[in-house]
């Protein structure tokens, strides 16, 4: 009980901290993050910041392999293109090319009523404008029920719990966090569908700093750069 009510007082402050939405981020141009899958580096997450009127454009790519013996197994690449509009979301695209294997999404705003119409390759229709792309840098993803997957579109509900406050060391550096863990919703999901993701964002800055997941491995996704 003492747990869930702290978890709840946390998320309301990350609430009350974010009335300036992605502004909250103005000091970072640049993100970058190693992908490690059983504690070897396999790949990176670069984002990229373009700010101009009111206009922010986050520019992200990431790119992976795993090989074995000097054979590649799995191949990953994706693009994305995130914008807002005085701090409020205003569309997003990406394209993945996922071991051979084409995936895109694409969402628009209604002029009528901001919802969110959305283009993927694994979902196509009309949602609430209050669902959030899965981009997970922006933490205000820890109040939303649902995410999008920046990959294909897909709807994934959401529970978010918060785990505690944890010293994150990633180089010669400590961070002090904020760990949360996102998982599906939905029992029904196939075990290659559900969410089980563990986000660790900075407690002053909300900077994300880590991620974590179980899948055909241990994956971790670790902060390199700010600036």
Do not use: C
Request: aromatic share 14%; proline share 1%.
């Amino acid at each position: 009980m003492k747990k869930l009510l702290l978890s709840i007082a946390l998320i309301l402050l990350l609430s009350s901290k974010n009335n300036a939405h992605v502004d909250h981020y103005s000091n970072y141009n640049y993100l970058e993050y190693e992908l490690f899958r059983n504690n070897k580096l396999i790949g990176y997450h670069k984002y990229i910041f373009d700010r101009n009127n009111g206009k922010l454009i986050i520019n992200n790519e990431v790119t992976f392999k795993i090989t074995k013996l000097g054979v590649d197994l799995y191949k990953y690449f994706a693009k994305g293109e995130e914008i807002y509009k005085n701090g409020v979301f205003y569309g997003f695209k990406s394209k993945t090319n996922q071991n051979k294997k084409e995936k895109y999404v694409n969402i628009t705003i209604d002029p009528i009523d901001n919802d969110l119409i959305i283009d993927g390759s694994s979902f196509k229709g009309k949602v609430d404008k209050e669902i959030i792309i899965g981009t997970w840098w922006n933490h205000e993803i820890v109040k939303k029920k649902a995410q999008i997957s920046a990959v294909s579109g897909r709807i994934i509900e959401q529970n978010v719990k918060f785990i505690g406050k944890e010293n994150v060391k990633i180089g010669e550096k400590v961070y002090k966090t904020l760990r949360f863990n996102f998982s599906s919703s939905d029992p029904s999901l196939s075990k290659d569908k559900k969410l089980n993701t563990d986000i660790w964002y900075e407690e002053e800055t909300y900077l994300w700093v880590k991620a974590a997941f179980d899948k055909t491995g241990y994956w971790e996704y670790r902060l390199k750069k700010a600036e």
